[in-house]
């Protein structure tokens, strides 16, 4: 099996299809490598598609010490992936877990990043809602520790922001839900733990959207609640950054709906590629709502 290690000795497995540009796909929480499956067919027509699975998910590595997991070791996991490759830039592509990993990529890395896809992002970031997303984050881990791997999936898989899957694709939602029963119980309690429970608010964050300057895409379901408000915030300091909103969709957009999704991350990379990815126009940013003084 083909790995890429960390700095910090953890091997991450990957796989890759196609030739061209490089785009790394970065899986969220309730999925693993094999979730990018429609991106990795469709961009690997005309890309080198790449995807991985974080560290904590089989065949990666599982590390026993909650403190081996961190957002900015899943950001620097991402640059893992481009060294280990002899990739000097990528577009990067994130869903939820992978889309704040992504977003704290452009933050640390700029110049490895062609583009970021940011899609998903935003759960537990109002400020409002921080106490409560981490109280859920430790009673997800003690659930963990206490039962089958089995049974966390068959109640994590119905979220409020997953069931427009089921009502959509009950046979994608099925094997969805498979997938998440075979993860390592040791690798679901540490993310949780450590990537989810204790990554910083977005809103702690804006002076660095502010200094971002990658080509930027954020896309969220329209029913994804907890994404909403956060993705608004990412389009309005992120000069680079344009929103696109998925209707009727919830979390799991890439798998919920893969044409509607392959279709908006491919004419943005394309953009991208030509060199026609605009920066915003400082005069959109007026507090006037008409211009007029």
């Given at each position: 099996?083909?790995?890429a290690?960390?700095?910090?000795?953890?091997?991450?497995?990957?796989?890759?299809?196609?030739?061209?540009?490089?785009?790394?796909?970065?899986?969220?929480?309730?999925?693993?490598?094999?979730?990018w499956?429609?991106?990795?067919?469709f961009?690997?027509?005309?890309?080198r598609?790449?995807?991985?699975?974080?560290r904590?998910?089989?065949?990666?590595?599982?590390?026993?010490?909650?403190?081996?997991?961190?957002?900015?070791?899943?950001?620097?996991?991402?640059?893992?992936?481009?060294?280990?490759?002899?990739?000097?830039?990528?577009?990067?592509?994130?869903l939820?877990?992978?889309?704040?990993?992504?977003?704290?990529?452009g933050?640390?890395?700029?110049?490895?990043?062609?583009?970021?896809?940011?899609?998903?992002?935003?759960?537990?970031?109002?400020?409002?809602?921080?106490?409560?997303?981490?109280?859920?984050v430790?009673?997800?881990?003690?659930?963990?520790?206490?039962?089958?791997?089995?049974?966390?999936?068959?109640?994590?898989?119905?979220?409020?922001?997953?069931?427009?899957?089921?009502?959509?694709?009950?046979?994608?939602?099925?094997?969805?839900?498979?997938?998440?029963?075979?993860?390592?119980?040791?690798?679901?309690?540490?993310?949780?733990?450590?990537?989810?429970?204790?990554?910083?608010?977005?809103?702690?964050?804006?002076?660095?959207?502010?200094?971002?300057?990658?080509?930027?895409?954020?896309?969220?379901?329209?029913?994804?609640?907890?994404?909403?408000?956060?993705?608004?915030?990412?389009?309005?300091?992120?000069?680079?950054?344009?929103?696109?909103?998925?209707p009727?969709?919830?979390?799991?957009?890439?798998?919920?709906?893969?044409?509607?999704?392959?279709?908006?991350?491919?004419?943005?990379?394309?953009?991208?590629?030509?060199?026609?990815?605009?920066?915003?126009?400082?005069?959109?940013?007026?507090?006037?709502?008409?211009?007029?003084?």
């Amino acid at each position: 099996m083909p790995y890429a290690q960390t700095d910090d000795g953890i091997r991450l497995w990957y796989e890759e299809t196609g030739t061209g540009t490089p785009m790394i796909f970065v899986h969220e929480y309730a999925g693993d490598h094999r979730a990018w499956e429609p991106q990795m067919r469709f961009f690997g027509q005309r890309y080198r598609a790449i995807t991985y699975g974080a560290r904590g998910y089989p065949p990666s590595d599982v590390p026993d010490d909650v403190s081996k997991y961190s957002q900015y070791r899943a950001a620097d996991d991402i640059a893992s992936i481009l060294d280990g490759l002899k990739i000097e830039k990528a577009h990067i592509v994130g869903l939820s877990m992978g889309g704040f990993a992504t977003l704290h990529f452009g933050f640390r890395h700029p110049d490895r990043a062609l583009s970021l896809t940011v899609a998903g992002c935003g759960y537990g970031a109002e400020a409002g809602e921080r106490d409560k997303f981490r109280a859920e984050v430790r009673v997800i881990a003690k659930f963990i520790d206490d039962n089958p791997i089995e049974a966390f999936a068959e109640q994590y898989a119905y979220g409020p922001t997953r069931v427009q899957f089921e009502n959509k694709n009950p046979r994608g939602f099925a094997e969805f839900k498979q997938q998440l029963a075979e993860h390592s119980k040791i690798g679901a309690r540490n993310t949780q733990l450590g990537v989810q429970g204790e990554r910083p608010s977005l809103y702690e964050l804006v002076d660095d959207m502010k200094k971002l300057t990658v080509p930027t895409l954020v896309l969220t379901g329209d029913e994804d609640w907890p994404c909403l408000q956060p993705a608004l915030l990412m389009k309005r300091n992120i000069p680079s950054a344009a929103l696109s909103v998925m209707p009727n969709c919830g979390h799991t957009i890439n798998i919920e709906d893969p044409d509607q999704f392959n279709r908006l991350v491919a004419d943005f990379v394309a953009q991208v590629d030509a060199g026609r990815w605009p920066a915003r126009d400082p005069r959109a940013m007026s507090s006037s709502i008409t211009g007029m003084k």
